[in-house]
Nanobody
Framework: QVQLVESGGRLVQAGDSLRLSCEAS????????MGWFRRTPGKEREFVAA????????LYADSVKGRFTISRDNAQNTDYLQMNSLRPEDTGVYYC???????????????????WGQGTQVTVSS
């Protein structure tokens, strides 16, 4: 089993930067692909970014491309989402997730991700 705990969410101003962390415990995630998703007000949970275990391959939603960066520190068993140039529409609950099917390409499909954190709230004021 893998437990994922997100942290770093808070209230910020539009244009600010924020880094979210996702710490894994229970089992090493070094070989997993990691993803970030978010649930914004009035919308279904949506894909944000994903990263292969090696860190060499990434995938981003069009809405965050160029502003958000996903990374990981395997030694710390931690995954990060660096968010720059934040906008009010980025407000939501951010979830990290782990995909153990690393033999498959990165995906934005939520059903591929086996383990999920509880989420951390990000609020961007205008």
């Amino acid at each position: 089993q893998v437990q994922l705990v997100e942290s770093g969410g808070r209230l910020v101003q539009a244009g600010d930067s924020l880094r979210l962390s996702c710490e894994a415990s229970g089992r090493t995630i070094n070989s997993f692909s990691m993803g970030w998703f978010r649930r914004t007000p009035g919308k279904e949970r949506e894909f944000v970014a994903a990263l292969k275990w090696s860190g060499g391959s990434t995938l981003y939603a069009d809405s965050v491309k160029g502003r958000f960066t996903i990374s990981r520190d395997n030694a710390q068993n931690t995954d990060y989402l660096q968010m720059n140039s934040l906008r009010p529409e980025d407000t939501g609950v951010y979830y990290c997730a782990a995909d153990s099917k690393t033999y498959l390409p990165l995906t934005s499909a939520q059903e591929r991700y086996t383990y999920w954190g509880q989420g951390t709230q990000v609020t961007v004021s205008s």
